[in-house]
């Protein structure tokens, strides 16, 4: 499938997609919504990916909606094209695979919204991160939802109402980001990251990530009864016995992803 605002490239088992929209700061626009999402799915179904990076082309990651598209709808339009917009977070949450946000110069409203989304996030030091809407009267309660699990209420409320950005260090202290790292070696850290888990059991990578967005909707007692459930699946697999029995033998285990 040929896209227009998306890049995309196979790496060493890492399916990359790039944002493609630089003289627009890689602003979503219907169409990079509909393809970013397509995108993700097309590499989830690919048996040579195991780990999925986005990036940014650029000077930006991404710095929001494309506002050129904003006037003119009616509510039931806008309900349609706002609920596009946010669909990246249901997509990354249902695909197996892992993944990373390779961040730099600046990830605002929807841009910050898909660091929040991806289930990972390498940032450049310098990096700009905020929810501004609130700045021209709107508000970036779609970003804001996954960012709030880790950020308790007074700090979401901050970032929700006040309009301010703030750097990557500010952001990895906050736990809405994994690493910081120099804006030179961002790639080199991000892929390092990638091969990390790459070299884990694809089976318990899978589960492991489908496990933690099943509980994160779930009353605490029933979080233990899913994790009964998922454990004892697990232990049967081919991967968990190689795992188990390399560990005794004290080499490295070769996993099947079965």
Known sequence: MAFETILLEKKEQVGLITLNRPQKFNTFSTQMAEELNATLRQLDEDTEVRVVIIKGAGKAFSTGIDVSEFHGKTPSEYHRWLTLMDQMHFTIASIGKPVIAMVHGYAVANGAGLVAAADFAIVAEGTQIGTTAINVGLLCTGPIIPMSY??????????????DMIDAREAERLGLVNKVVPAEKLEEETFAFAQKLIAKSPVAIEIGKKFYYQMIDMPFRQRFVLNSEIMARLCITEDAQEGVKAFIEKR???????
Not at 150 to 163: N, R
Not at 252 to 258: E, I, Q
């Open 150 to 163: 880790g950020l308790g209420k007074k700090k979401t409320l901050e970032m929700l109402l006040s309009g």
């Open 252 to 258: 490295k285990p070769v996993w099947k992803g079965k």
